[in-house]
């Protein structure tokens, strides 16, 4: 199945406008559904769970924690971000409750390499199901501003029981062009993955957080 751009644009204008009837107190943002077929996953393959960086922010504030420690912990703490060093992360792998509160505090998780392991040990049963396991990134990582501020553009798509995908694609207040835009990378992404593309689409819905849903397929 291939939905041509306009029907795209179209959803999200309709979707935005049947948002809006009524105010919220907050800012709400653009969802996207879009629901598979012909797909066994009972076979591990067919899941996937990975990172797609798109061409307008999605959020203006990102909440990223760090694992590190040494140069590494001392730089990142300059610029805001919440560093978890060795002493904290042992004493989180003894206490699920706070655990589960650490993964659901940040949007996404980085490590210095080394961490990995420990990660693995310690929070891999929390932080994996929750598609957070951390990016690892080398102890002489110097560029950690742009590392948040690609943050702001990144979405997770991901299949593991169910055949449908949902994904942000940005705040109502964007412009249609750059929701649309943002909408056409993550349909070419999720393509990518899929064994015979488009065929294996079944729906594609776009719906503001509190709005019904407007099909653009």
Known sequence: MSV???????????????GAERKRKFTETLEMSIGLKNLDLKNPSNRFNFEVRLPHDLREEVRVAIFCDGDLATR?????????????????GKNPKEAKKLANSYDFFVAMAPFMPLIGRHLGKILGPRAKMPKPIPPTFQDLKGLISNYRR???????????????VGKVTTSDEELAENASVIIQSLLGKLERGTQQIRRISFKTTMGPAVKAS
Request: one cysteine or more; a positive charge.
């Open 154 to 168: 990144t979405i997770v798509l991901r299949v593991k029981t169910q055949p449908v995908v949902c994904a942000t």
């Open 76 to 92: 990142a703490e300059s610029i805001g971000l919440s560093v978890i060093g060795k002493d904290k992360l042992e004493s989180l």
């Open 4 to 18: 041509p751009a306009t029907q795209i644009h179209e959803a999200i204008s309709k979707a935005k406008e049947l």
